[in-house]
């Protein structure tokens, strides 16, 4: 966002302004405050013929508003849309994102798109930061609701191949999280993850293991995510929303790269658990060989 528009979202920045609007500018910031969540995925002239002025009446408002252009107030607006849009939101934002006759080739192409825009703004610095952190730390902590939920047990399945000091934090109340976070201490690592909707409980969470003086690493989307300010290594995935489902198609390949950084600098002690594991995995006949059992 540029600086001219400060930490407010755009919705709050309509409706500072909306009293000198003029009669076209009064009709798009109607259509926005009443329809946001579909909005903010229009283009300049979709959303000019959605209210029937001009495409450049569109573009002047978000220059009124101080956004540098049009591209720029619509990337504040989806951000906006994705703390708050609720599942039924979704599904007609889904309506006019996604192609029905090929909802395959459309997703795939989304998340696609999700996986090269993260990977052109990956900061390698936090990434071995991060990395760092994970391998040096006494005990790593793991969390994530909800969706995110699904990557933190993910993280965790392939950590614990590497580690035997894991912990991966269950969502219960914020009691019940405290009190799995109660022997924390500044040795230890904590890793968060959260990707929107935002839960409240993995901000909570960060926070008070920050006061503990464990170190934050954050997976997440963006920079004004919540756990962006309690973040020691912020590590940033693009996530969108294709329909009511999360897309967490990128985020999963950032920590698989997590993971396998990890492993890489852990590889003595890889070596030796998988030589076992797979021992195991013979004799209890784990896995498909094509070979019928002994």
């Not at 405050?33 to 002025?53: C, F, R, W």
């Not at 192609?99 to 459309?106: C, E, H, T, Y």
């Not at 309690?230 to 940033?236: M, P």
């Not at 896995?287 to 002994?294: E, H, I, R």
């Amino acid at each position: 966002m540029s600086p001219k528009t400060g930490m407010n979202d755009p919705i709050t920045k309509i409706k500072e302004k909306l009293g000198g609007f003029s009669k076209g500018q009064k009709l798009i910031s109607g259509y926005i405050l009443e329809h946001y969540e579909k909005a903010s995925y229009m283009t300049a002239l979709k959303l000019g013929e959605a209210v029937g002025i001009s495409e450049s009446t569109v573009v002047r408002f978000a220059i009124e508003l101080g956004f540098e252009g049009y591209p720029e107030m619509q990337k504040s607006l989806q951000a906006y849309t994705k703390k708050r849009s609720t599942a039924l939101q979704r599904l007609e934002i889904a309506d006019n994102r996604i192609n029905k006759n090929n909802i395959l080739q459309s997703v795939l192409n989304h998340d696609i798109s999700q996986i090269r825009t993260t990977l052109e703004s990956a900061d390698s610095e936090q990434f071995e930061l991060a990395v760092g952190k994970i391998a040096g730390a006494d005990k790593i902590y793991i969390f994530g609701a909800m969706s995110s939920g699904l990557l933190a047990r993910f993280l965790d399945y392939y950590l614990h191949l590497i580690f035997d000091n894991v912990i991966l934090i269950h969502a219960a109340d914020s009691s019940g999280i405290k009190q799995q976070l109660i022997r924390a201490g500044s040795d230890d690592t904590l890793i968060c993850i959260s990707f929107p909707r935002y839960s409240n409980s993995a901000a909570e969470t960060a926070r008070f293991a920050k006061t503990k003086g464990v170190g934050i690493v954050a997976i997440t989307d963006s920079p004004v995510s919540p756990l962006a300010p309690l973040a020691d290594c912020l590590l940033l995935a693009k996530s969108d929303m294709a329909s009511f489902a999360d897309s967490l198609v990128a985020p999963l390949a950032l920590i698989n790269a997590l993971i396998v950084a990890v492993g890489m600098k852990k590889r003595g002690e890889i070596e030796k658990v998988f030589s076992e594991l797979e021992e195991i995995w013979k004799q209890e006949n784990v896995y498909d060989t094509g070979m019928p059992p002994n």
